[in-house]
Nanobody, 127 residues
Framework: QVQLVESGGGLVQAGGSLRLSCVAS????????MGWFRRAPGKEREFILA????????ASGTSVKGRFTISRDNAKNTVYLQMSGLKPEDTAIYYC????????????????????WGQGTQVTVSS
């Protein structure tokens, strides 16, 4: 069982930046695809970014392309989500997720590909 704990959420003004972190309990962290998703009030869960197990490849959702980046530090069992140019519509609960690499990496924009989820961290962007 992999436990994921997100942190770094909060209130920020439009145009600002935040960095979210997600720490995993699993020693085999480096074997998992890591992804970030978000859910805004009244909306479906949305894929944001994913990163391959060794950090060589990333995949981005269209709504955040060019503003958000993902990175990981396997030595620290941590994945990061750097968010810049934040907009009020980015307000949501942000979740990190871990998925075993059993499929083509570029299929990991689907929540069903992930085996473990964090509890989420709230990001609120004021206008």
């Amino acid at each position: 069982q992999v436990q994921l704990v997100e942190s770094g959420g909060g209130l920020v003004q439009a145009g600002g930046s935040l960095r979210l972190s997600c720490v995993a309990s699993e020693r085999t962290f480096s074997s998992y695809v890591m992804g970030w998703f978000r859910r805004a009030p009244g909306k479906e869960r949305e894929f944001i970014l994913a990163i391959s197990p060794r950090g060589v490849s990333t995949a981005s959702g269209t709504s955040v392309k060019g503003r958000f980046t993902i990175s990981r530090d396997n030595a620290k069992n941590t994945v990061y989500l750097q968010m810049s140019g934040l907009k009020p519509e980015d307000t949501a609960i942000y979740y990190c997720a871990a998925g075993r690499l059993v499929d083509t990496f570029y299929n990991y924009n689907y929540p069903a590909k992930y085996n473990y989820w964090g509890q989420g961290t709230q990001v609120t962007v004021s206008s």
